[in-house]
């Protein structure tokens, strides 16, 4: 009887010179399972490149209508093994803000190009933002050194370049409360931190830590802009908006 024998096509063609019998066999593989999750553009909001500020990306980013990744640490949420298996990225502070006006403005498109409903726009804002039950919160893509913020810039071709940069002039002192969530929208800065040209308002801020990194929240009691955050801390309602490459 011939041997049985599960080879690659390099091996084969040795046995062809050796004039060796053999039989070929279909070899038992473990199916291989992708974590990236299939995208269905109606589920993300276009942030095209005219709505975005300052250069911490140059491509279209489209950003869903839900958080994933609820009760994950920072830290996990920043491995391959949950957000760049999906070949998604955590939002920015910046790129929180630019969201953040689009969906105001009600004036936006889906991944696939359809208009979205001022009314869905609305309730999504008020999800987000709104002083009221239950507790909703999400991880943002900064931390913050001695006067330093590190967070990831998004290249052309879709990968990730990690930048380091001294903080601008951005309040340095907590306000609780607090800023104007308008006024922070109109007035951040190329990080998306709130200046000394914020108005006061009602939307707590948290000034930058050392070692710490930004979420941003809101409850029953108020919002939160906090850039004081333990990075191996969680939360049931804390998550990711996790955005990926139009």
Same mark, same amino acid.
């Given at each position: ?100 006006? /689009?969906?105001?403005?009600? @004036?936006?498109? %889906?991944?696939? &190009?359809?208009?979205? !409903?001022?009314? $869905?726009?609305?309730? #999504? ?55 104007? /969530?308008?006024?922070?929208? @109109?007035?951040? %800065?190329?990080? &998306?931190?709130?200046? !000394?040209?914020? $108005?006061?308002?009602? #939307? ?43």
């Amino acid at each position: 009887m011939a041997p049985i024998i599960e080879v690659s096509d390099d091996v084969l063609r040795g046995l062809d010179l050796t004039k060796v019998p053999y039989k070929l066999v279909k070899s038992a593989q473990t199916p291989i399972v992708s974590s990236i999750r299939p995208v269905n553009n109606g589920d993300y909001i276009l942030l095209d490149r005219e709505h975005q500020s300052g250069n911490y990306s140059q491509v279209d980013l489209l950003v869903p209508f839900e958080k994933t990744h609820l009760s994950d640490k920072w830290n996990n949420c920043k491995t391959p093994i949950l957000l760049a298996s999906e070949q998604g990225y955590m939002p920015s502070i910046r790129q929180h803000v630019d969201s953040l006006k /689009l969906i105001k403005s009600g @004036k936006a498109f %889906d991944g696939a &190009g359809n208009k979205i !409903s001022s009314a $869905r726009l609305q309730a #999504l804002f008020k999800d987000m933002t709104g002083v009221k039950s239950p507790y909703r919160a999400e991880w943002l893509d900064a931390k913050f050194g001695d006067g330093t913020i590190t967070y990831h810039s998004i290249e052309k071709d879709g990968s990730v370049r990690l930048v380091t940069e001294k903080l601008d002039k951005c309040l340095m002192r907590d306000k609780t409360p607090g800023i104007s /969530l308008d006024s922070w929208l @109109k007035t951040a %800065d190329a990080h &998306g931190l709130p200046t !000394s040209k914020t $108005r006061d308002g009602d #939307l707590y801020f948290w000034y930058p830590r050392n070692g710490a990194v930004a979420w941003f929240d809101a409850g029953s009691d108020w919002a939160i802009l906090g850039c004081d955050r333990i990075p191996s801390g969680s939360d049931d309602g804390l998550g990711v908006r996790v955005a990926r490459k139009k």
